[in-house]
């Protein structure tokens, strides 16, 4: 197990806290309010969310299948050469394996260009879902904006869906660290 270092932690800890003190300020100086979002629910409920959902996993089923297919042919050889392995002399034998050898490179190869990442997988996944996000963010800005959020979190993960811009003290903060150098 790790040692922990107390002092780190402490120091961090006051980091963390003289972060977060300016922007407690500023919400409650604000006279906006800040809510929540339940980004589980509205996957689930969300029609176009669900038909996307659909559609990803029939792709994942058919890679999957494809995947399976080309194991079965390469679990099917090895077994069809452990079987003849005795009476196969060496060149047809050294054939035999390196056919196993080149389709189980392609598995892998298969694998990783659908799993992997940046893999088909995934790009498919953001071509079917980046739509449906742009339109539910343009939603909270504009709750946001008619109801005077300052902040829209979500509830599953804790991030931020939306945050008032006036908001940002990020350019604050980098002043400050450019005068301590």
């Known amino acids: 197990m790790k040692k922990v270092n107390v002092k780190s932690m402490i120091l961090?800890?006051?980091f963390l806290v003289m972060l977060v003190l300016p922007v407690a300020g500023e919400l409650l100086a604000q006279d906006g309010r800040?809510?929540?979002?339940?980004?589980?629910?509205i996957r689930q409920e969300y029609k176009e969310?669900?038909?996307?959902?659909?559609?990803?996993?029939?792709?994942?089923?058919?890679w999957n299948q494809e995947g399976l297919d080309m194991?079965?042919?390469?679990?099917?050889?090895e077994t069809e050469l452990?079987?003849?392995?005795?009476?196969?002399?060496?060149?047809?034998?050294?054939e035999k394996q390196d056919?196993?050898?080149?389709?189980?490179?392609?598995l892998?190869?298969?694998?990783?260009?659908?799993?992997?990442?940046?893999?088909?997988?995934?790009?498919?996944?953001?071509?079917?879902?980046?739509p449906l996000l742009d339109k539910i963010t343009g939603i909270l800005e504009k709750i946001a904006i008619e109801n005077n959020y300052s902040y829209i979190f979500d509830a599953v993960d804790g991030n931020i869906a939306y945050a008032n811009k006036s908001l940002d003290i990020t350019e604050k903060v980098l002043e400050e660290l450019d005068e301590l150098e």
């Open 12 to 14: 961090v800890s006051a």
């Open 34 to 41: 800040i809510v929540y979002i339940d980004s589980y629910r």
């Open 49 to 62: 969310f669900q038909e996307a959902q659909e559609q990803f996993n029939k792709e994942i089923d058919d």
């Open 71 to 77: 194991q079965r042919e390469v679990d099917s050889l």
């Open 82 to 94: 452990e079987k003849k392995r005795l009476v196969l002399s060496p060149g047809p034998l050294k």
């Open 99 to 106: 056919d196993i050898e080149t389709k189980k490179a392609a």
């Open 108 to 130: 892998q190869k298969f694998t990783n260009d659908i799993f992997g990442p940046g893999g088909r997988a995934e790009r498919s996944n953001e071509q079917l879902t980046k």
